[in-house]
């Protein structure tokens, strides 16, 4: 799509910039990379008034030009190089209107650089609740450049903001906050004749960063690092001249156009909120009782549609059965497709929950609390502050939770990050154990407020947090640096959560968790049903012979059916794969039917539960559909007639896929993120051995 005019959306975190990109474009958007990078990069499009569209790029946030991340790092590089393809014709900085002064050092930076910049004054509605009282005219008049109220979370100015960047081609540059060159005159000057440029402050911004600065030639380069030795420049000292005088030009502005009627001692609600929740005792306390409460709802509020949705898929089965021809492709298609499938979409109302919850949660800000109070325990096992974002985020899915990595500086941090991230129960571990607590934990009451089964699920995602601790304290000892980490961060103040955003977040994490696993467990079931289906040599034909003896005739014709199912589900492809395997697997508890489903979950942990659907609807009845649950409840161990999910062997299977790298999706980005294939076959090795440890142990003390 060809837009008319580019514009990109600066600020710091928790600006509500976002907020503002995703008002801005509504679904028209798409996420990407920037070249060369593994930066995400979000572009939406716009309509404005003058009928004319508007390409919007949602730049990282940050504090300063002044990169701490590789994500912040981006900011410059898109904003100074005149030939990216991203480089705007306009900036809109977003502003927190409740903490401007913080929020103005990026802006009088940017605004050096001499690009057209509108001002988007953000949490208009926020700022009047704290009796803050600013004139806009005055603020802009200092400026020298439009300032527009808006409140994005209650789309409030977004008309006025999108009419003032039609007119943007009016906008005079904003004077020079400061005299930069008074902080390396002969330095400036120098790099302004060599690279052939006359904007002081972008020459001094290729003296701190010219050595990550990809659109700078190599002799650009090397002669910049010769100015540098020349004149003696020292980037951070050059730094904190800087930021000083930025701030006495912040100050006076605050001074001018600013007022608070309420005195310094007045304390505000999030302070007041905060020293309950982030209390040293009992913020962890809270916390572990929010986890509960979500882990509990996760079962109780599920039941129902899960139940629906199970019996809907059993009906549609034996309609397919009753009313298609009999034949090979009504057998997989319902045998396979259908109920692998099943084994997926019953889990949505579950998958939907969990994303609710985690979304209210970003939303009010409390997870930056449980972050800032993670802070020192993460710490004592050598990770950084930051490390607590990934980890949290794992409750969804690894693969997002490893890309936002890239904002701790340390690289030891990071590489512990990285490692252990995979070990949190994301959300393709949750229908594994729902569907096996099911079976074996009764669902009962425990002193009539908690449920047996949310109880175990709540300890499941528990022993995940506790497993990561304990191996990022190992590899603190076993991977080397010198670098030390450092953790900063804001805590921004508590606010409703926006339900919209909630029921959305929902709906779009949901439907790409259906999508996602959904292609993988199609095409797995589709291969397992052949597999299933077919043996090697004339094994299936003697089995036909062997049944048509007078012995067997005698049997009932379902028994009969059932016992010819049997043997050929286990002569089959699959039946010879999941016993080749089953000497390694026996003592962990495993038969050679939970080995195919081991097997075919190294794509996706799901998966597991549409195999084990398509295993047991290839060994059933057409004429008696259930579900998955139903199907592994009733079946037996051939050799002891006993159940075959029994206490051990469900505990020792939620074990085995508590440790096991079994995503695919996992393996790839870790490859991605550290451009060496000897992580990813490190932390997969790693993984495996503690998988099958635990899984043995596990058996083995309480079968």
Request: aromatic share 10%; glycine share 6%.
């Amino acid at each position: 799509m060809k837009a008319d005019i580019r514009i990109a959306l600066v600020g710091n975190p928790n600006t509500g910039k976002s907020t503002l990109f995703n008002v801005l474009t509504g679904l028209n958007q798409k996420i990407g990379n920037f070249p060369g990078v593994t930066v995400d990069k979000k572009i939406g499009y716009s309509s404005l008034p003058d009928g004319r569209s508007a390409e919007v790029i949602d730049l990282p946030g940050t504090y300063s030009l002044y990169p701490k991340s590789h994500d912040e790092s981006i900011v410059f590089s898109v904003l100074a190089d005149r030939s990216n393809d991203h480089n705007p014709d306009l900036v809109v900085i977003i502003l927190d209107a409740t903490n401007l002064k913080r929020n103005l050092l990026l802006y009088t930076q940017v605004a050096d650089l001499k690009i057209p910049v509108i001002v988007a004054l953000n949490m208009m509605d926020m700022a009047k609740k704290a009796d803050l009282t600013i004139d806009v005219d005055g603020f802009a008049k200092k400026l020298g450049v439009p300032v527009i109220p808006v409140s994005a979370r209650k789309v409030e100015g977004i008309d006025k903001l999108k009419e003032a960047i039609a007119f943007s081609n009016k906008i005079a540059f904003q004077p020079d906050s400061i005299d930069v060159g008074s902080i390396a005159p002969q330095l400036i000057a120098a790099v302004q004749k060599e690279i052939g440029i006359d904007n002081p402050y972008y020459a001094l911004q290729l003296a701190h960063q010219h050595e990550t600065l990809a659109f700078l030639t190599p002799g650009q380069n090397e002669a910049i690092e010769t100015l540098e030795k020349e004149f003696a420049f020292h980037s951070q000292k050059a730094q904190g001249a800087e930021t000083i005088a930025r701030y006495n030009f912040i100050n006076d502005l605050l001074y001018d156009t600013v007022t608070k009627s309420v005195t310094a001692e007045d304390e505000t609600t999030s302070n007041r909120i905060d020293k309950i929740l982030t209390h040293k005792v009992f913020g962890f306390v809270i916390f572990f009782a929010i986890l509960m409460f979500i882990f509990q709802s996760i079962f109780a509020w599920s039941e129902y549609p899960m139940s629906l949705i199970s019996d809907g898929f059993v009906w549609a089965q034996s309609t397919l059965h009753h009313y298609l021809p009999a034949g090979p492709l009504t057998n997989l298609l319902v045998d396979g497709v259908v109920a692998g499938l099943s084994g997926v979409m019953v889990f949505i109302p579950q998958i939907a929950i969990l994303f609710a919850f985690i979304s209210i949660l970003e939303d009010t800000g409390y997870m930056s609390r449980v972050t800032f109070m993670m802070d020192k325990i993460m710490r004592k096992v050598g990770l950084n502050g930051k490390s607590v974002v990934p980890l949290i985020g794992g409750f969804a899915c690894a693969v997002p939770s490893i890309m936002s990595t890239r904002t701790i500086e340390n690289w030891k941090d990071r590489m512990i990050t990285i490692m252990v991230t995979p070990l949190i129960t994301c959300s393709a571990r949750l229908p594994v154990y729902t569907l096996l607590i099911s079976l074996v934990v009764p669902n009962k009451s425990v002193w009539w407020i908690f449920n047996m089964q949310g109880l175990a699920l709540t300890a499941m995602y528990l022993f995940s947090l506790v497993s990561a601790v304990v191996v990022a304290w190992v590899m603190k000892y076993i991977l080397k640096s010198r670098e030390r980490g450092y953790f900063i961060m804001e805590l921004p103040v508590y606010r409703m959560p926006r339900w919209g955003n909630v029921l959305h977040s929902m709906y779009d994490r949901s439907k790409a968790f259906v999508l996602q696993a959904g292609k993988v467990i199609i095409a797995v079931s589709v291969i397992l049903w052949v597999m299933a289906s077919y043996g090697p040599g004339k094994g299936f034909d003697q089995i036909d012979q062997k049944y048509k003896q007078a012995q067997y005739q005698k049997a009932a014709p379902d028994s009969l059916q059932r016992m010819i199912a049997s043997d050929k589900l286990e002569n089959s492809y699959a039946g010879v794969l999941g016993h080749a395997i089953e000497p390694v697997i026996r003592p962990l508890g495993f038969d050679w039917k939970i080995g195919i489903a081991l097997i075919t979950s190294f794509a996706a942990r799901e998966v597991f539960v549409g195999t084990m659907a398509t295993i047991y609807s290839v060994n059933g009845d057409a004429d008696n559909i259930q579900s998955v649950k139903q199907k592994m409840g009733s079946a037996k161990n051939e050799q002891t007639g006993q159940p075959v999910f029994t206490l051990a062997v469900a505990m020792s299977l939620m074990m085995f896929y508590a440790f096991a790298m079994q995503c695919a999706s996992t393996v790839a980005v870790v490859y991605r993120e550290t451009k060496n294939w000897r992580w990813p076959a490190a932390q997969f090795a790693y993984m495996t051995v503690l998988a099958y440890v635990a899984s043995f142990v596990t058996y083995h003390l309480l079968k």
